[in-house]
């Protein structure tokens, strides 16, 4: 028996390579991507003083390394507006007075505000703003004697906590999903070639198009129910807020769930076997839990493991559940992450139907 598990095993030439290549890769995939420290937060700076100190407050704050200064903003609905949308995970607002303050040697005080939705990089922008209040404070201590004080204070938004199951809970809809959607059409056409029902399919005539909707369509019902129970035990179990509309956000899990199974789908025309679905599976499924955001922050990763995730439909996903539901975002915020899900979807269907051929071979 050993002898003929071995032989089998070296003539499925492609299984051995999954059970050796995957793991290899897996590990300097993650090895290098993974960080665990938050650095580079993009922030935006609301500066009404336009003054020296306000610019040199600026400058310390980017020296932290923490932030990323990515422009100024006019006002405060602009500043609010970048944080909703994501493209900024901090703002600096520097107040009229602060200059002036600082001369006549008063408090100088200055606020940054977090986007606290994800409490590790929140963490690390309290950080950074202590840090950068106590360089300023050094700084011009021993510059003029007698200057007044400066004071940072850190406002977080979404999440005034810091709970970590206000953040985790919208991921977990979103990985879910993800991993049992995908799971299950991964198998649909491998079982149907082991089982011998292939071949009434082949004769069938419905196209390949039609095929690979027939066999993904009832399981998007399935979808919709596991996240609706997930919302309920999520809002009444752990306390996650629905701050957003939940219509937009059930139009926009449509395509999420759709790219999920059509992804699954995919993985199910590429192999011949089940084992070969499952172990095809690992693959996709560990960068969806490890390089989308939903355990570590995605500005903390290198480059090539951001553009890596952003290939992966659960990144978009993220962004509109944490948006809608913490945040309560509106489609002009996010439109650009549902536009993607939709071309996932568009695409992982397409892509199927080609490789799907209705043949034994």
């Known amino acids: 028996m050993l002898w003929k598990e071995l032989v089998q095993m070296r003539r499925d030439r492609f299984t051995l390579g999954m059970l050796v290549g995957i ?199 399935v979808g919709y129910v596991q996240i609706t129970v997930i919302l309920i035990l999520g809002r009444f179990v752990f306390d996650v807020p629905i701050r957003g509309s939940l219509l937009l956000l059930y139009v926009a899990t449509a395509p999420f769930i759709l790219a999920s199974l059509a992804l699954g789908l995919f993985i199910s025309t590429a192999v011949k076997t089940q084992v070969q679905a499952m172990q095809l599976s690992f693959l996709v499924i560990l960068p969806s839990i490890l390089l989308s955001g939903f355990m570590f922050p995605r500005e903390a990763m290198p480059g090539f493991a951001q553009w890596i995730g952003g290939a992966i439909p659960l990144t978009y996903f993220l962004r509109i559940m944490r948006g809608i539901l913490l945040k309560g975002t509106e489609l002009g915020s996010i439109w650009k992450d549902v536009a993607s899900l939709c071309a996932f979807a568009v695409l992982l269907i397409t892509v199927s139907s080609m490789r799907f051929r209705k043949s034994l071979d």
């Open 23 to 221: 793991p290899a890769i897996q590990l300097l995939l993650f090895g290098f991507a993974i960080r665990m420290e938050v650095r580079h937060l993009p922030a935006v700076v609301l500066d009404e003083s336009q003054s020296t100190e306000s610019r040199a407050l600026v400058q310390a704050m980017a020296n932290t390394g923490n932030f990323d200064v990515i422009g100024a903003v006019a006002d405060r609905d602009e500043m609010r507006l970048a944080i909703e949308r994501g493209d900024a995970r901090a703002a600096v607002v520097i107040p009229p007075g602060f200059e002036t303050d600082l001369k006549r040697r008063r408090t100088a005080t200055a606020q940054v505000i977090i986007d606290a939705a994800d409490p590790l990089a929140s963490q690390a922008a309290i950080a950074a703003a202590a840090l950068a209040s106590s360089a300023r404070n050094a700084a011009l201590g021993a510059a003029r004697a007698g200057t007044g004080r400066l004071e940072v204070r850190v406002r977080p938004w979404y999440n005034p906590a810091l709970e970590s199951a206000i953040y985790i809970v919208p991921g977990v809809a979103g990985l879910i999903l993800t991993l049992t959607l995908s799971a299950i059409t991964s198998m649909s056409i491998v079982r149907e070639r082991e089982r011998g029902t292939l071949e009434q399919l082949i004769v069938t005539p419905v196209t390949r198009a039609g095929l690979m909707l027939g066999k993904i369509l009832p399981f998007a019902l």
